[in-house]
Structure formats: structure tokens, C-alpha cells
């Protein structure tokens, strides 16, 4: 019954989708623009509304919106027929991504998964936005990735999924319109269906210059950390061999701890299962350089309309991965330059427009979130000297990049595109080195969070620009040289294609993400009662300033938590005194040293206290005197355990409300 769910959810899903994308055909030159615009236009659209007004956890549009796609889709079906290529690469992305989500489905501890969940179960309220933050109550969730996770919830809301399928069927959304912008661009330049294929090999499946060279360096497979995190600043091996300590050597700086400069590839986001910022700058830059590629070779007729679509993403790029905000403002200002250099009309007053509307619709959001942004997150200095990556090292990561741009000199169809585009890439490549954003980390990770999010934006870019544009050539040197440049980032399809063979597989097919926790029947039922019962602040114990499988409970739970990862609220917020006081408060609630625990739990409006088997330390000596304090205000619900010596549940605050004044004893079992 689950599969047949899925299948029909993604049906639904693709049939709203696709009559979006009708909807807005007749204004834009295809029907792959007319997609990604048609889902953008949508979720900028309720953004801007729900900040005024917020439309409920349910929207209870689906049938509505159905019958209004299948009208479209019978009236237009011609436009189908013509751009039916349009839905196959969607199916391709779609279904790539959901094998991979399919078959590693965990919302867990692992990079940003579970804050990325939260980010969604915060949007799915449906409350006048911005939304309660879920991991610290009161504050608002406005941080700088906000619109994509809002368009995850919207899609949960549309469809009425749960958090964990919401959360999956957006990351397979995002990855078929990328493919669809592949799609595009493959059709505006005449690549034949060979050359497609590969392209979309090579961003799908394919890594940087890194995935090849560590075949050279080690023994054995290398592994996908291996070809994605650690070759840039430094090299990293499980076996270096004779060459691999060669090249350590010379790419080492003489009394300079090597840095840590990664670069995460877009294949490497879609099979990691985080539904995090670069996913939203990639679709948009993807969406831009689509855009490019159509007003040069598109009808005149709907060229303001794309150039103003264009302009548009530079506001929507700030509120959805606002660290590549910059990188992707310099594309898209140098292109409308370029083109006005051209002596193509009417550029700036579309572009202009496009900006506009984009930045009217944004403003409720803009008009809090760049003043707590700018001063708190926004630090770009130029590079120190030891900290710049060595040019060895550079090489190593970037080679295919450099490639592609020298061979684009010999393509001489789409020249003046072929040249913006190489120069561009030359920029930003230059700029992403000599610069950085000087965030909350150091020394030799100084670098570490700017290259991970700027250099694989800077790297994808090129080769979905550039490797696409020079195999279109007939140039047979610029086609299969560039043919034989991106076969070699292929190198990284086989250690992504053994990753997904010998990696755990838990919870196949369980798109909810919390098999991982389920595993314990005892902790399933936790997290039943608790999804049963009304919203409230929840503890959980097990918070440290790393990532951790606390608050994993109550996360799945559907309650809001009373500190959630409290790095990660630093990482957002700043070291505001509010995280670290919280996080003492529960590590002295849950070690029995706080003297009047149930004042500060009335006081803090603490509804549920989870008590799990981490927290059954020495014989489970706390549990009882805490008990002791708190029973008067709370009532415990026994799931397992003799109580004395083990006990597992949580407590629920007794409410003197008669709304439900059975509800805290239904399950309760007072301990002895």
C-alpha cells in the first residue's frame, strides 16, 4: 500500500507541475523554461501572501489544481506532443534522485538532514510566516536558505504528505528540473541524443578533476569522501601510494598546516540526502544559464519575458543559497552587459522588471532578513597567503574547468556565447580563490565553508555551460576533446556507483526518514504517542556543539524542541547567550542538579520530557528523584522498562483544561 501511495502522490505531483508549466508557456520561449518558471513563480507567490496571512498546514487545493492540469494538459496537448522531451528529462532527474532516496531514506544526523526537516516541519504549520523556529521557540525562522524549504512545505501542504515524504519528493522535484534546464539547453544548442546523454552523465554521476586523480594517488576503489571533501588544500588517502605522496609533497607549503578546501560536486548533493542551499543556487543558476542559452537562439516575441525571468533570479538566489548570491550577480549583471554591448535592446528595462517583481514579492522576508544577515554572516576579505590553495593542488580540482574553457576558442558556432561564458567562468574561478567568506571558522578550515559552497557552484556551472555549448560544436577537436574531458570526471560514477551498492541500507523504501530511530520498536512507539498528541516544547536529552542524534525523537515526534542543535542555532543566530543558557538548563535537568526543575519546566512552558535509554545511566539512579520533583505538574507514560532500574517514555505536563481532561492519564503507569 505504501509503494501504491507513492506512485499515485508522484502522479498527482507530476500532473500539477506539468499544467504549471502550461500555464505560463504562452509567455516564455519553451516549455523547459515554462517549467521551472511556472514552479518559481508559484512558490514566490505564496511566500509573498503568507506573510500576511498564513493559509493553514492544509491547503486542500489538489483537487482544484488537478482538474485545472488535466484541462490544460487536454487542451494543449499539442504543445505536450512538441515538448514532450521537456517531461522525459524531468522523469530522469525525478526518478535518478528518488533511487537514491528510495534506497537511503534516513532523515538523519548525518550533514544538515535533520535541521533541513525541521526548516520544512516549521513551513508546514501554515502559519503567517516568518514561521516559529522549531528548535528554539520563540525565535523566527529567517535565515538565509528560507525560500526552498518554504517550497518543500508548500508542496506537503498541496499534496498533504507527511514531513519525511514532503521532504523527498521536493529533493526529486528539484532534481527534475534541473534535468529539465538540461534538457533545455541541450535543444537550444542541437546536441544529439548521444551527447545528452553524456552531459547529464557527467552532472548526474560525474565529480570534479579530483575523482580521477585519486585513482592515481591510492590503492584500491577510492572512496567518495576521497574524491569529493579533501583534494584541493591537501591530499587524502586511506593508502597514498608512491605518486600520491609525491604529489602530497609538492602541493605541501613549508611550515603551513595544509587547508581544508572542499568541493561538493552537484552529484555528490543529490546522492548525500541533505535537501540543503546549494540544491536551490544550483536550480537557479541552472535556470539562468537556460535562460541565456534561449534569448540568444529563442523568438523575439517572448525575449523580454525570459531576459526579465533572468533578472529575476538574482533576488531569488539571495533567499535561497545567499552565499552564492555574489557569484551569480556577477553572472548575471556581466551577461546583460555583454548583451547590451551587443547592441540587444531593451535588456536592462526587462531585466529590471524582472528584478522588480521578484524583489516586491520578496520584500516581507527581505526587509528583517538583510539586516540581521548582512551584519551577522557577510564578511568577504581577500585571502592570506597560507591560506590560498596551492596551484598544483588547484589543478588537480579544476582541470576539467580549465579545459573546457581553452577548448572553447575552437567553437566557432555560438561564439560570442562560448566567449561570455569562458570569461565568466575565468572571473569567478579568479575571485572564489583571491577571496573569502571570513565565517565562524579558522586556521585550517579558515576557507572551508566558502570553497564548499562557492567552488562546486563555480565548477558545475562551467561544465553545464561549456560542456554543453563545445560538445554542440562542429569542431571535431572542440567536440571530442570536451568529450574526452568530461568521460574523465567520470571517474567519480564508479565510487558513487559502489557507494550506493556496499553502503547500509536501512529502512529501504520508508520515504517518512525515521526508520533509523524505528529500528527500536520501543522508540517507535514513543514517537507515535508523541505525533498523537498536541503540539508543545519537548526535551530531549543528548545536545552537544556537534551534530547528534538528539533531538532525532521529538523531531519525528512532530513537537517542537526547546533547543534543537545548538551549533547549528549558532551557526544561524550567532552565539546569542539565549543557546548556551538552554543547553545548560536541559544537561542540568537531565544530571539531577537543577534544584527546582518543575518551576522551570511551568515556566518555560515545557509540555513533554522524554526520558530514553541514554538517559538510564548508573542503575538509572536520576530517574526517581526527578520524578519525585515533577509528578505533581507532570504525568509519566511508561513504554519500557521495571521503572526502578529502567525506565523508557516521557512525561506530559497535566493540563486543568477540559478540552481533553483524560488525555495525560489514558497510558500512564505511576512508578512504585
Known amino acids: 500500500m505504501a509503494l501504491i501511495h507513492l506512485l499515485l502522490t508522484i502522479s498527482l505531483l507530476w500532473l500539477n507541475l506539468l499544467g504549471l508549466g502550461l500555464l505560463l508557456r504562452p509567455t516564455v520561449g519553451s516549455m523547459a523554461v515554462a517549467r521551472v518558471a511556472g514552479v518559481l513563480a508559484l512558490v514566490l507567490s505564496f511566500f509573498f501572501v503568507e506573510h500576511f496571512v498564513g493559509l493553514g498546514g492544509r491547503l486542500w487545493l489538489l483537487p482544484v489544481s488537478t482538474a485545472i492540469s488535466v484541462w490544460l494538459i487536454h487542451r494543449r496537448r499539442a504543445a505536450v506532443r512538441e515538448w514532450g522531451a521537456a517531461e522525459g528529462w524531468f522523469a530522469l532527474g525525478f526518478f535518478y534522485c528518488l533511487l537514491w532516496r528510495f534506497t537511503f531514506p534516513n532523515i538523519d544526523n548525518f550533514g544538515e538532514r535533520m535541521p533541513n526537516l525541521m526548516l520544512i516541519e516549521s513551513y508546514l504549520t501554515g502559519g503567517r510566516l516568518p514561521p516559529m523556529d522549531r528548535w528554539l521557540p520563540p525565535f523566527e525562522v529567517n535565515f538565509y536558505y528560507s525560500l526552498q524549504h518554504y517550497g518543500a512545505a508548500l508542496l506537503g501542504r498541496w499534496l498533504g504528505t507527511s514531513p519525511g515524504m514532503t521532504y523527498h519528493l521536493a529533493y526529486c522535484t528539484v532534481a527534475g528540473l534541473l534535468a529539465v534546464c538540461l534538457g533545455g539547453m541541450a535543444h537550444n544548442l542541437g546536441l544529439n541524443k548521444k551527447m545528452r546523454g553524456l552531459i547529464f552523465l557527467v552532472l548526474f554521476c560525474g565529480g570534479s ?3 580521477l586523480v585519486a585513482w592515481g594517488i591510492g590503492e584500491g576503489l577510492p572512496n567518495v569522501h576521497d ?5 584541493g588544500g591537501k591530499l587524502t ?3 597514498l601510494n608512491a605518486v600520491g605522496k609525491t604529489l602530497a609533497g609538492w602541493t605541501a607549503t613549508p611550515g603551513v598546516t595544509p587547508r581544508d578546501v572542499p568541493l ?14 546549494p540544491l536551490g543556487g544550483h536550480l537557479l543558476q541552472f535556470f539562468a544559464l537556460l535562460l541565456m542559452s534561449q534569448t540568444m537562439s529563442g523568438a523575439a516575441t517572448t525575449r523580454r519575458w525570459e531576459i526579465g525571468w533572468l533578472g529575476a533570479t538574482v533576488p531569488l538566489v539571495l533567499v535561497s543559497n545567499a552565499w552564492v548570491f555574489p557569484l551569480h550577480g556577477i553572472l548575471v549583471v556581466g551577461w546583460l552587459a555583454y548583451r547590451s554591448l551587443e547592441k540587444e535592446r531593451g535588456v536592462w528595462p526587462s531585466a529590471a522588471v524582472g528584478v522588480s517583481v521578484a524583489g516586491v514579492l520578496l520584500y516581507p522576508f527581505l526587509s528583517y532578513f538583510t539586516q540581521q544577515t548582512t551584519s551577522a554572516y557577510v564578511a ?26 581553452l577548448l572553447g576558442w575552437w567553437n566557432r558556432e555560438r561564439r560570442s556565447l562560448v566567449l561570455f561564458w569562458g570569461a565568466s567562468w575565468i572571473l569567478l574561478l579568479g575571485l572564489t580563490e583571491f ?9 585550517s578550515y579558515n576557507r572551508f565553508n566558502t570553497s564548499l559552497k562557492w567552488w562546486g557552484w563555480v565548477f558545475t556551472g562551467a ?3 561549456l560542456g554543453t555549448i563545445n560538445l554542440a560544436s562542429k569542431n571535431r577537436f572542440c567536440k571530442w576533446g570536451t568529450a574526452l574531458v568530461l568521460l574523465g570526471t567520470c571517474a567519480f560514477a564508479l565510487p558513487l556507483g559502489h557507494q550506493f551498492l556496499v553502503a547500509e541500507k536501512i529502512g529501504v523504501g520508508k520515504l517518512t526518514g525515521s526508520a533509523w530511530l524505528e529500528g527500536d520498536p520501543v522508540i517507535k512507539d514513543v514517537m507515535t504517542a508523541l505525533e498523537a498528541r498536541p503540539d508543545g516544547l519537548a526535551l530531549q536529552s543528548g545536545l552537544v556543539m556537534a551534530n547528534s542524534q538528539s533531538p532525532g525523537v521529538v523531531l519525528f515526534g512532530r513537537k517542537k524542541s526547546y533547543l534543537g542543535w545548538p551549533w547549528h542555532e549558532t551557526t544561524w543566530r550567532g552565539d546569542i547567550p539565549e543557546i548556551q543558557s538552554r543547553l545548560r538548563q536541559i544537561n542540568d535537568f537531565y544530571s539531577g542538579k537543577m534544584e527546582q526543575p518543575l518551576a522551570w519546566l511551568l515556566e518555560n512552558d515545557i509540555r513533554y520530557i522524554t526520558w530514553l535509554i541514554n538517559d538510564n545511566v548508573e542503575e538509572n539512579s536520576r530517574f526517581a528523584p526527578i520524578h519525585a520533583q515533577i509528578k505533581s505538574g507532570y504525568a509519566w507514560h511508561h513504554f519500557y522498562g ?3 532500574r529502567l525506565a523508557i517514555g516521557f512525561w506530559e505536563r497535566i493540563e486543568t483544561s477540559p478540552v481533553f481532561p483524560h488525555q495525560a492519564h489514558r497510558t500512564v503507569e505511576q512508578p512504585q
Do not use: K
Open 435 to 443: 577571496f573569502y567568506n571570513n565565517d565562524l571558522y579558522g586556521g
Open 227 to 231: 574524491c569529493v571533501r579533501f583534494l
Open 209 to 211: 578533476g579530483a575523482a
Open 264 to 277: 561538493e560536486p552537484l552529484s555528490y548533493l543529490l546522492m548525500n540526502g541533505d535537501y540543503h542551499a
Open 642 to 644: 521495571d521503572t526502578p
Open 463 to 465: 561544465i553545464f555551460s
Open 237 to 239: 588517502h586511506e593508502n
Open 380 to 405: 568577504i576579505q581577500s585571502t592570506l597567503t597560507e591560506d590560498r590553495t596551492p596551484l598544483l593542488a588547484w589543478m588537480l580540482v579544476f582541470w576539467p574547468a580549465v579545459l573546457l574553457i
